[in-house]
Nanobody, 115 residues
Framework: QVQLEEFGGGLVQAGDSLRLSCAAS????????AGWFRQTPGRGREFVARIGWGGDTDYGESVKGRFTISRDNAKNTVYLQMNSLRPGDTAIYYC?????????WGQGTQVTVSS
């Protein structure tokens, strides 16, 4: 079991960049998969990116080429670098992690992209 807390959300303009951080507690986080999801009232929860314990990554189609997920196991932290942001990226972004599936979730951080 891990506790997750997201940081770094805010209000930016289209074309800007933003980096989200997810700080995790727990001894075994380095062995967990971790990921980012986002949610809006109209679209529901959407997969954004995931990173395996070995560093392998996967991305949702809408963010490929613009977003990069990474992790620093020494700091128990996962990052989401978001470039070329669009108004359609506006959402609450959630960090998630787990040994085999996303069992643990953070409270979310709001990202708003103005046009």
């Amino acid at each position: 079991q891990v506790q997750l807390e997201e940081f770094g959300g805010g209000l930016v303009q289209a074309g800007d960049s933003l980096r989200l951080s997810c700080a995790a507690s727990g001894r075994f986080f380095s062995n967990y998969i971790a990921g980012w999801f986002r949610q809006t009232p109209g679209r529901g929860r959407e997969f954004v990116a995931r990173i395996g314990w070995g560093g392998d990554t996967d991305y949702g189609e809408s963010v490929k080429g613009r977003f990069t997920i990474s992790r620093d196991n020494a700091k128990n932290t996962v990052y989401l670098q978001m470039n070329s942001l669009r108004p359609g990226d506006t959402a609450i972004y959630y960090c998630a992690a787990g040994a085999n599936q996303f069992d643990n979730w953070g409270q979310g951080t709001q990202v708003t992209v103005s046009s």
